[in-house]
């Protein structure tokens, strides 16, 4: 799904030589987990990966690391750098008590812990606060 974009559990299971119930299990498990969700919710829906997917497979290497890059600087609009050097930090600093979601959710939380983040990735994180509850020095 990252790689090819939205599939349905029928297109997943032909491109990976599987049963289709056994291809649906793994896509209904990654979707328990948060790394996949429903694009539509009727028989034969599609899924795509969520962020946290994306992230989830940065982390473990499971994909091409600039690629993983790539989708969540575009979908953010960030620098790739900022990006990579931002993930990278944060997953090394919590290690294993990092909180794996949405980008801005894991800047928020960062900065929260006492992590430096980059004026870049605050900006991300302001565009989800309230007007009034952002101070700007």
């Known amino acids: 799904m990252i790689l090819r974009g939205p599939a349905t559990a029928y ?4 491109d990976l030589n599987l049963h289709f119930t056994q291809a649906y299990r793994k896509v209904a498990r990654l979707e328990r987990f948060g790394m996949a969700k429903r694009a539509a919710n009727h028989r034969g829906s599609m899924f795509e990966v969520t962020e946290r997917g994306i992230v989830i497979c940065y982390y473990f290497g499971c994909a091409n690391r600039e690629l993983l890059i790539d989708m969540l ?17 944060y997953l090394d600093y919590f290690k294993t ?3 794996v979601e949405d980008l801005p959710i894991m800047a928020f939380y960062a900065a929260y812990r006492g992590m430096e983040i980059p004026e870049e ?3 991300v994180v302001a565009r989800f606060l309230p007007k009034a ?4 020095y």
């Open 73 to 89: 600087a575009v979908r953010h609009k960030l620098s790739r750098a900022a990006l990579r050097a931002f993930l990278d930090a």
């Open 121 to 123: 990735l605050a900006s």
């Open 11 to 14: 297109r997943i299971a032909r």
């Open 97 to 99: 008590d990092a909180i």
């Open 133 to 136: 509850a952002y101070v700007s």
